[in-house]
């Protein structure tokens, strides 16, 4: 099992995945799990005349990559694209597919390739014990950042542990 480790410098520890997560589904079931159902027991709070949820989304990129192939099979051209959510991903990549322009241009035919696609998500958390802290969800990393109380390495840790993808 993959265990979380030091990094030098601010106070944040990283865990690489032994596998990384399969495909986007699967990352978005993670990050929708934690987003709901709240397992780090994180608080409302309210800040600049506004309620955040416990666990609020920062930040989220999804990368698609594509590669465009010959009659002969010879790679002709790659492309990447980024989108800031799920539903933008899933489009663009049917999108860029289905583009007849973009295929014309680089004389070969676009090939999806779901392997090489990145994904991650900045969610800000709020400890019951008041404190804000950081947790990135990649798609072959978890990295706990800005806290200071080992406690809440300790209930992501156990978290982590519990989620079949995030050994």
Excluded at 53 to 75: S, W
Excluded at 132 to 160: E, G, H, N, P, Q
């Amino acid at each position: 099992m993959s265990q979380f480790r030091n990094r030098p410098g601010t106070k944040s520890v990283v865990r690489r995945l032994e596998q990384p997560f399969p495909d986007i589904t699967a990352f978005d079931t993670v990050l929708r799990s934690l987003v709901r159902k709240n397992p780090l027991g994180c608080k409302s709070y309210a800040a600049a005349k506004r309620v955040h949820p416990p666990v609020e989304i920062v930040r989220q990129m999804y990368t698609a990559k594509f590669v465009y192939l010959n009659d002969n099979g010879k790679q002709v051209g790659t492309g990447l694209d980024r989108y800031d959510s799920v539903e933008g991903y899933e489009t663009g990549v049917a999108a860029v597919i289905s583009n007849m322009a973009n295929i014309a241009a680089h004389r070969g035919k676009v090939r999806h390739l779901p392997s090489g696609d990145l994904f991650s998500a900045l969610l800000k958390c709020h400890d019951a014990d008041g404190e804000m802290y950081f947790l990135s969800l990649a798609r072959d990393r978890l990295t706990l950042s800005s806290f200071k109380d080992d406690r809440i390495v300790k209930r992501v840790r156990k978290w982590a542990d519990g989620e079949a993808l995030l050994k």
